[in-house]
T-cell receptor, first 115, second 112 residues
Framework: KAGVTQTPRYLIKTRGQQVTLSCSPI?????VSWYQQTPGQGLQFLFE???????NKGNFPGRFSGRQFSNSRSEMNVSTLELGDSALYLC??????????????FGPGTRLTVL | DAKTTQPTSMDCAEGRAANLPCNHS???????VYWYRQIHSQGPQYIIH???NNETNEMASLIITEDRKSSTLILPHATLRDTAVYYC?????????????FGQGTELSVKP
């Protein structure tokens, strides 16, 4: 079974631009979560989508948004990029949302650099 | 904020057991203990979870104290490939959905 895939793997943008990152979950998984990882703040939860609905949201500004499609694929968008948005963005999928057997499987991440 | 406290770093000799402690003194009755690890430049990987009983799977064992205020992840025969950052997380599995709150974790170095 293929794992979680994220595209692109690396991205370079300049301040003020916007960016869209994509995540394809494991086949059959309906929940997708996004995380940001930086050296200073560590791994931080951005949001979770389940059946095309945002179920949970972390403490990030409105510039960070996401969506989920009917095939469970998800995208996240960051508008008006700032230097501090440079990070590894990780996507994780699970079969459902919550529950004991819904361990999350992470993708390899997208490395975003903002210049 | 993370509800767990872990040592910043630990060393372990290859082939020996690695015992990674985690303190979660404010854990509530409906919170589970989860462990994930992150090998350099990869996404985190689920290892094991438990509520109050000791748990074992093909990767590791989880020992939770009777008062549930602390736990230990045991890698019985550490290899160089176990070098990673290990995260101990407590969560209410039914209410918080997929949200995981990561702390700083323990950087485990397995040395030959």
């Amino acid at each position: 079974k293929a794992g979680v895939t994220q595209t692109p793997r690396y991205l370079i943008k300049t301040r003020g631009q916007q960016v869209t990152l994509s995540c394809s979950p494991i086949s059959g998984h309906r929940s997708v979560s996004w995380y940001q990882q930086t050296p200073g703040q560590g791994l931080q939860f951005l949001f979770e989508y389940f059946s095309e609905t945002q179920r949970n949201k972390g403490n990030f500004p409105g510039r960070f948004s996401g969506r989920q499609f009917s095939n469970s694929r998800s995208e996240m968008n960051v508008s008006t990029l700032e230097l501090g948005d440079s990070a590894l963005y990780l996507c994780a999928s699970s079969y459902g949302t919550g529950g004991l057997r819904n361990e999350q499987f992470f993708g390899p991440g997208t490395r975003l650099t903002v210049l | 904020d993370a509800k767990t406290t872990q040592p910043t770093s630990m060393d372990c000799a290859e082939g020996r057991a690695a015992n990674l402690p985690c303190n979660h003194s404010t854990i509530s009755g409906n919170e589970y203990v989860y462990w994930y690890r992150q090998i350099h430049s990869q996404g985190p990987q689920y290892i094991i979870h438990g509520l109050k009983n000791n748990e074992t799977n093909e990767m590791a064992s989880l020992i939770i104290t009777e008062d549930r205020k602390s736990s230990t992840l045991i890698l019985p025969h550490a290899t160089l490939r176990d070098t990673a950052v290990y995260y101990c997380i407590v969560r209410v599995v039914w209410d918080q959905g997929g949200k995981l709150i990561f702390g700083q974790g323990t950087e485990l170095s397995v040395k030959p």
